[in-house]
DNA sequence: GACAAGGTTCCGAAATTTGGAACTACCTTG
DNA sequence: CAAGGTAGTTCCAAATTTCGGAACCTTGTC
């Protein structure tokens, strides 16, 4: 296992929910020795991938991610054209959007466009979340082969909230529907009186693949509104992968807000 | 060398004037044999630390860093109270003012609040700039030790914009200023026409260290306004040195625009 | 088809990492 | 204040990785 390796398992460590950690933390998570951890600590810190505060000696991420962080939206092209038509959309519907990208089996935010409809943000850029529960997520597993997505769902089917599927059978049989129908819909999942919408954009071009959803509150939301979500998502969809040479593209004349 | 050194080494070439970069463009920049670098760049992009376009194949900082670094900000405590009352100032005053840290001789953008005037954001967040061109930056150094300047400005003394310090001795002069007058002040240094007061904060606990500073058109500012800039940073660096215990509160009834 | 650029793989020598144990520093408690 | 605990560092020989030159692929180009 080389040094690198011993890094990342560090850093992965960290999370929204566990923002900064300690020794101890880190020695319980990682399972290696107080010696080796004491060693790799030192060098994260001394190379800025990692700061310790001073006062409570604890770690988080250092200034160097920092820096890269902000570097990484250089990964332009798709993700920004598609932030412009989701932020045309969010201002029509007034609902709140994001942009997500799939690891492994759990996705990231990378963007969000906040709605003006009072609705509160609870998945901030960078925030990891199972991929399986969310709308977007599941497009994008969706347009995933069978095999593959064996290999990213976890030996030990993750628990998941009441209304997303809860075993390995569930999933594929949501998966076939967005597959069929074009549609990826998820209601009172992550969050509770949340729903949302959503479809996976592939690049023709580069092939990387984003998840873009919007999202509201069921309570607050007609039938009628949700129907018009959805055109309003089936139109951008149409209109991105027509601009990003999606392989789904070709018969472009169908409705297609999810997959195939 | 540790293989985490070579990492790091490779990962500080990026940068906002370099965001992403080529296999030959690291070997050059490294000035390591192909072959190590061939081995650091795949170990990298493995681990997320770092992405390869699939079309250009070159290089750039990964979801990894993408994810740390938005942990990064929960650095609160001494940065977000600053920005509270920063974020105060500039409503007055309608200017921008930017918050930054010191890493070496140079400084790293950490927050920015955009005034009402209008002036053009340049230094967005993750932005590095030598702190010798800049008014917080020089407010921080003021604040180190002789030596420890010494030892951060390298060898050969950098090439700076033309109204910034041109050598050490120059560059001590206007330290010293700083921290006779408490005031640092820069104008037509980075950006031609754009001028800035600054102030550097030290919280009493923890020992670190930020600058914070708002900038303005010159032109478009007259010498009165920019003396009510100086009053506002006055207040703020005072009432900001009372909360966080910074060790320059000790006579707190002095004006202290900038360090001691 | 030859060439060059860009990149990967191989391999023995050399340097680094490993982890147990001993050690230091600093609290807390009886 | 001594004893015990927690937190973390340093040491060292064995084991593993890394290093870099050279040969080897792959792709686009003239």
Not at 105 to 126: A, C, D, H, K, T
Not at 193 to 220: D, R
């Amino acid at each position: 296992m080389s040094a690198l390796t011993n890094a990342i398992e560090i850093l992965r460590c960290f999370s929204s929910a566990r923002p900064d950690l300690s020794f101890a933390d880190v020695m319980a998570l990682t399972g290696k020795p107080k010696s080796s951890t004491s060693r790799l600590l030192r060098s994260l810190r001394d190379c800025g991938l990692l700061e310790q505060d001073p006062h409570t000696r604890r770690y988080r991420p250092g200034l160097l991610t920092f820096e890269l962080g902000r570097l990484h939206r250089a990964h332009d092209d798709l993700i920004s054209m598609a932030e412009r038509e989701l932020r045309e959309v969010c201002a029509r519907t007034g609902h709140t959007g994001y942009i997500a990208v799939l690891d492994g089996f759990e996705q990231v935010v990378l963007r969000i466009v906040p709605g003006s409809n009072p609705l509160r943000v609870v998945n901030p850029p960078g925030q990891r979340t199972p991929a399986l529960a969310t709308s977007n997520g599941r497009a994008m597993l969706a347009r995933l082969s069978d095999e593959d997505i064996r290999a990213r769902v976890p030996a030990t089917y993750p628990k998941l909230p009441r209304n997303s599927p809860q075993n390995f059978k569930q999933l594929m049989a949501r998966l076939d529907e967005i597959r069929r129908t074009g549609v990826s819909e998820a209601a009172d999942e992550s969050i509770e009186g949340v729903g949302s919408q959503g479809f996976a954009l592939k690049s023709g071009e580069t092939g990387e693949m984003i998840g873009i959803a919007v999202s509201y509150s069921v309570q607050a939301t007609t039938a009628a509104e949700r129907a018009n979500v959805r055109r309003e998502l089936a139109a951008m969809a149409s209109k991105l992968r027509r601009l990003t040479g999606d392989p789904l593209d070709q018969d472009a004349t169908r409705i297609q807000t999810g997959t195939r």
